[in-house]
């Protein structure tokens, strides 16, 4: 089959195209042939090897499709079935080899691209806003880079709970696509100080949480956008890694609350996967969520994709098919 291998850690050039063998299930496993799979940042960091895998390896952490195979200690799913996971690395290839506890059915008459683009944002955006920070009506959020496949998804999530959203982009086209999501004020962050538009738009007050996934650029300004006592969730780090934090710092800015959350750590359970993928996919059948479906690049086009997603190209969600 073909895949997409990292040999060595390095640019997008070392996103290599190429035939591996096809994966057999494991026991607990099932083989699913990928009709799409998602693109996120995380993958960038698998690449430059700023979070560790040890190559070579296929990179890609969500994807969708129809199962071929399941091992043998494997109940509830049978080949033919659709199904879309996330955070199982691997799915850059036409076929991948997944837990099968990780599997979700696709609703019918879903299409397999909207599920695979909407399942590692989704359920990002997912315990972001329910579980790290349960936001409520009369809560302000800070959401940066908002037009982002991640920030698009909050931005959302966050006005489905009456909260309200100041989000931060790069460009106008970005701040609208932001606003239609729901964001009631785009700050252009390239142009505009953060901190002070924040402060003006809260009337002195500071937002009760922000969601931070630009990071280095970004991390020590929304710190002094939080209300006393408001939580800083730094879920990323586009611009960079944020380094070391002095916790004095929390005491003299408001006795914040800074958490590092990850994916991983909120959908560890199939109780907890059904809940979040349920909610995500019941929305966007729904149409309570929507999905700005970017670029859809060709499997051996991922090095493009990466370029462009690191370069700020992007909004919304970008997608690989095989
Ligand atoms: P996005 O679609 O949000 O792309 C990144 C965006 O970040 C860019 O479009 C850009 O928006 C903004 N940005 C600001 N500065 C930079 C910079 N120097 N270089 C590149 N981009 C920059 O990507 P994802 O939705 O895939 O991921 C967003 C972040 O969320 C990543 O850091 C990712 O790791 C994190 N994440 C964390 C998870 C977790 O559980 N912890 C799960 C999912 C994602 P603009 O042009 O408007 O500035």
């Not at 998602?38 to 952490?61: E, H, Q, S």
Request: charged content about 20%; hydrophobic content about 40%; some cysteine.
């Amino acid at each position: 089959m073909k895949a997409i291998v990292v040999s060595e850690v390095g640019g997008p050039e070392k996103l290599q195209y190429t035939d591996v063998e096809r994966p057999r299930p494991g026991p607990k496993e099932a083989l699913v042939k990928i009709a799409a799979s998602g693109v996120n940042f995380i993958d960038i960091y698998f690449r430059t090897g700023l979070y560790k895998a040890d190559p070579p390896f296929t990179p890609g952490m969500e994807a969708a499709g129809i199962v071929e195979e399941v091992g043998s200690e494997v109940s509830g799913i049978k080949p033919g079935d659709r199904v879309a996971y996330a955070m199982a690395r691997g799915s850059y290839a036409e076929y991948a080899v997944v837990p099968a506890w990780q599997l979700v059915s696709v609703p019918g008459g879903m299409d397999l691209k909207i599920a695979a683009a909407s399942m590692l944002q989704g359920m990002t955006a997912h315990y972001l806003t329910h579980s790290t920070f349960p936001l409520k009506p009369g809560n302000t959020a800070l959401v940066h880079a908002a037009a982002g496949g991640a920030g698009l998804m909050i931005t959302q999530m966050a006005r489905m709970l009456g909260a309200r959203v100041i989000g931060t982009a790069s460009t106008g086209q970005k701040a609208q696509t932001a606003r239609e999501a729901g964001a009631a004020e785009v700050i252009l962050y390239t142009q505009q100080d953060f901190e002070t538009e924040v402060k003006r738009l809260t009337e002195g007050k500071g937002v009760d949480v922000v969601y931070d996934s630009v990071g280095a650029s970004t991390f020590h300004k929304s710190l002094n956008c939080l209300r006393p006592r408001g939580m800083m969730v730094s879920f990323g780090q586009a611009s960079g890694a944020v380094g070391p934090i002095d916790p004095l710092i929390l005491n003299q800015k408001g006795s914040l609350f800074l958490t590092r959350p990850t994916l991983a750590h909120h959908c560890a359970t199939r109780e907890e996967l059904m809940w979040r993928a349920g909610d995500v996919l019941g929305w966007l059948r729904s149409g309570k969520l929507t999905l700005h479906v970017d670029k859809t690049y060709k499997l051996a086009d991922a090095p493009r994709a990466h370029i462009d997603l690191a370069g700020r190209k992007t909004t919304g969600k970008l997608l690989l098919e095989p």
